[in-house]
């Protein structure tokens, strides 16, 4: 899902949103079935258990024989085994531990493409099979190479610094295209450079737990004002609290073709992301008919949004203070970019600023003067744009 803003001459609307394409939500997998004749099943065999991690967020929702399918995935795919033995049980267990090792562990690629199970006569599953190409843990040590170099070059900071660069990297090093290949997968970003939001957010993940950084990917329907459609974004914690962050939507391009880094969605509030971002609580199970619901933690703290740390977040619009911001950055050679807090205060900045020209009157004071300006705006977030050369 990828936004896009307009630009024009003094005036302009911005084109920003999910647009309707292929599917593009995690781990939907083609699944088909195979009932055959009882196998012994592995009830009594004893098994290694896997200490669960922070990493690890929707094991933690599970029942212990679900639990025990889940570690049984993990030595499977830790092996690269395409063929895993699972201990017995009934297919919509199956089903939902799929799905949340998948969301679990992006890391274990395949896991997000098709896969076939194998049922005893009264329905429960005891083995399932992945769709292997051969080459996946090639992919996956160059993939961790890659990552250990950027990891490497990093300066110190704190978590949420971090992340920031976390979502810089990725923004920079991927082109949003919908007809990319493999793009439901971190190959897609880490290897091909090309993707979709189901990669996006899954490297962003990938990346965070090879950090120590705790991060989610969920799943849901981005809502902007002119697309919509499937998406995927992810949740942080950083220091016992919960931030969103979308680096899908953090990679927008003007219509002129202009490829930019966006804020807007890095560690976001509930209240910031609820009117363009609808959360799916049952992970897609309820289209295959599995009853389940995660009660996902509360995005409450607004601290950590980007504008707000620029000291470019307003309550309202206010002609002496935007006039001494603009002149601010101007003088600083800085990006003009400010937030307000809903669209009634945009509407009144672009009133003043464009209708009534006073941002040549800004302009004027901080010895830049022009004929004409360009500015982009989103009434998704809030957000006014002024571009300079």
């Known amino acids: 899902m990828r936004k896009t803003y307009a630009s024009a001459i003094l005036c302009t609307a911005l084109l920003m949103g999910c647009g309707t394409r292929r599917h593009s939500s995690i781990n939907n997998p083609n699944v088909s079935r195979e009932t055959i004749e009882p196998e012994p099943t592995q009830e009594t065999m004893p098994i290694e258990y896997s200490e669960t991690t922070d990493s690890e967020f929707y094991r933690k929702l599970l029942n212990e024989d679900e639990d025990r399918m889940y570690n049984e995935l993990l030595t ?19 089903m939902k531990v799929m799905r949340l090792f998948s969301l679990d562990h992006p890391e274990f690629y395949w896991t997000s493409y ?6 005893n006569q009264n329905g429960t599953v005891f083995k399932t099979q992945y769709n292997m190409k051969g080459n996946e843990q090639r992919n996956l040590d160059e993939m961790n ?4 170099d950027f990891i490497g070059s990093l300066p110190e ?17 991927t082109v949003y295209d919908p007809q990319s290949e493999e793009n439901q997968d971190i190959t897609s ?42 998406h995927a974004w992810n949740m942080v914690e950083i220091n ?15 219509d002129n073709g202009e490829q930019i880094i966006s804020y807007e969605y890095l560690c976001v509030s509930d209240d910031k992301i609820a009117d363009t971002h609808i959360l799916d609580t049952t992970v897609n199970l309820k289209e295959q008919g599995v009853d389940f619901q ?7 703290d607004n601290s950590l949004e980007y504008y707000r740390q620029q000291n470019a977040f307003f309550d309202t619009y206010d002609r002496d203070a935007i006039h001494n911001f603009i002149v601010d950055k101007i003088t600083a050679n800085e990006e003009i970019t400010m ?10 900045a672009m009133n003043d600023l464009f209708g009534e020209s006073y941002i040549f009157t800004i302009l004027r004071d901080a010895g830049y003067n022009t004929l004409n300006i360009n500015y982009t705006y989103s009434t998704d977030t809030n957000t006014l744009t002024i571009p300079l050369s």
């Not at 098709?114 to 049922?119: C, P, R, T």
């Not at 949420?160 to 976390?166: A, E, N, W």
């Not at 937030?339 to 009144?348: G, H, K, P, R, Y």
Request: hydrophobic share 30%; proline share 2%.
């Open 240 to 254: 016992g609290r919960h931030y969103w962050v979308d680096t899908t939507w953090g990679d927008p391009i003007r």
């Open 339 to 348: 937030q307000f807090a809903d669209e009634n205060a945009l509407q009144d």
């Open 294 to 300: 995660v009660d996902y933690p509360v995005c409450d």
């Open 157 to 173: 900071t704190d978590t949420y610094g971090k992340i920031k660069l976390i979502y810089e990297y990725i923004i920079n090093n």
């Open 76 to 94: 499977g795919c830790r092996d690269f085994s395409n063929s895993i033995n699972i201990t017995t049980i009934n297919t919509d267990s199956y």
């Open 145 to 148: 190479s890659i990552v250990d």
């Open 114 to 119: 098709g896969n076939q199970y194998y049922s």
């Open 189 to 230: 970003v880490l290897l091909n450079h090309r993707s979709v939001c189901a990669g996006y957010a899954k490297t962003f993940k990938f990346i965070c737990d090879r950090m120590g950084i705790s991060c989610l990917t969920v799943v849901g329907e981005a809502r902007g004002n002119i697309f919509s459609g499937s």
